[in-house]
């Protein structure tokens, strides 16, 4: 016996319009990682999409300002284990004790790649919208004092997803 087989046909009048927009998780802390996320950031918004940077767990290491975190004993120990800022974020493999973000940082010098500092003050220029996530921080003990100015007050992932919602691209680094 065969069984009736059916499909939803979608037109164009379902299609939700998606807007000029970029949407991005960023969970790695990882110097490559965050690089990847800046640079595809502000690479769409020259061009001019609108981007929303949501960094969520390690990802928030990219956007503190690399004061000490925390007020437990835990939040405390994991702030000295886990420094924040860009310049103590190394690479995702062959961090040698720091030795692998020095010859990193030293490389992409040498081929005029912009530095992470660099992407952040780019992204800052071209208005990306840099959300940090309030659970996270909650979790992980960073206070807002402990965040870079441009970042916008803590969210919770209900906001991203309403942000993200309608992005052309969403993404996950």
Do not use: H, Y
């Amino acid at each position: 016996m065969q069984t009736a087989t059916q499909f939803t046909v979608q037109t164009a009048s379902d299609i939700k319009p998606q807007s000029n927009k970029l949407s991005m998780v960023v969970f790695s802390g990882d110097m490559d990682k965050v690089m990847a996320a800046f640079i595809i950031a502000t690479g769409a918004a020259a061009s001019g999409m609108d981007v929303t940077m949501f960094f969520t767990f390690w990802g928030l290491k990219s956007i503190q300002n690399g004061k000490l975190t925390g007020q437990g004993l835990f939040g405390r120990m994991l702030g000295l284990m886990n420094r924040g800022g860009m310049s103590t974020i190394g690479p995702s493999r062959f961090n040698f004790g720091g030795m692998g973000r020095w010859m990193m940082k030293t490389m992409m010098k040498q081929k005029n790649v912009a530095s992470l500092p660099e992407l952040l003050a780019t992204a800052q220029e071209l208005g990306v919208k840099m959300m940090p996530c309030l659970m996270s921080m909650e979790v992980l003990e960073i206070g807002t004092d402990k965040l870079i100015p441009a970042t916008t007050a803590p969210v919770g992932v209900a906001t991203f997803i309403e942000e993200a919602a309608g992005s052309k691209v969403t993404l996950f680094i």
